[in-house]
């Protein structure tokens, strides 16, 4: 789905105390950027936040971080950030280099309606490619856990094979989970559009 650019993107992030410019600055330190030390969770692929959003809002008690890379999606979502909310912060910032900005700090990560990269030579941009597992087992701080939502057959089918020729041992799997699986887990704008058409959605947790 494309987005139009926003003329004032520039504005809506230099000005929003949520969005982290450098985040490089803080590889091996994130908890620097949070009020409390906790339990870190990140979303590769925030979109317009708002799975993010409302993750850090249900759950205080973890710091969030979303990751997205394109200007005009982190300008819209950083509006629709409450004013006062400590536990989230915006890395803009591009997940194929994801082990230069985390180093062993990572509890979760969360994969939603990630780009399914359909062609066969672009395998290595899926976000649960072996290229993208490898670099996560370098920013989980101990045990290593992943959340994955889609609308994509394919993409699903192949991230169980390679998550699973990973190491992972894979629980909460579903072709439906919105009808299979009782889940107390936010939603993102995609699942949104795709709930309301009546697209079913695939899930499943992996942990290491």
């Known amino acids: 789905m494309r987005l139009r650019n926003l003329k004032n993107a520039t504005e809506i992030m230099e000005a929003s105390p949520y969005l982290i410019e450098n985040p490089k600055d803080y590889l091996g330190k994130t908890e620097t950027l949070f009020s409390k030390v906790q339990p870190l969770h990140i979303e590769i692929g925030m979109g317009k936040g708002d799975f993010i959003i409302e993750m850090a809002l249900k759950h205080p008690e973890i710091n969030y971080i979303g990751i997205e890379k394109f200007d005009k999606v982190v300008a819209r979502a950083l509006p629709k950030i409450p004013e006062g909310l400590e536990n989230l912060k915006i890395y803009r910032y591009d997940a194929f280099d994801i082990a230069s900005i985390f180093s062993h700090e990572v509890d979760k990560i969360y994969l939603n ?96």
């Open 113 to 208: 309606f990630s780009d399914p990269w359909p062609k066969k030579r672009q395998a290595k941009h899926r976000l649960t490619s072996p290229v993208f597992l490898e670099q996560y087992d370098l920013i989980f701080k101990d045990k290593q856990e992943i959340e994955m939502k889609t609308d994509n057959v394919s993409l699903f089918i192949y991230s169980l094979e390679t998550l699973s020729q990973h190491g992972y041992t894979l629980s909460l799997i579903s072709l439906d989970y919105t009808k299979d699986l009782n889940l107390d887990t936010a939603v993102s704008e995609y699942e949104k559009k795709f709930r309301e058409k009546g697209i079913p959605i695939c899930h499943v947790t992996a942990k290491k």
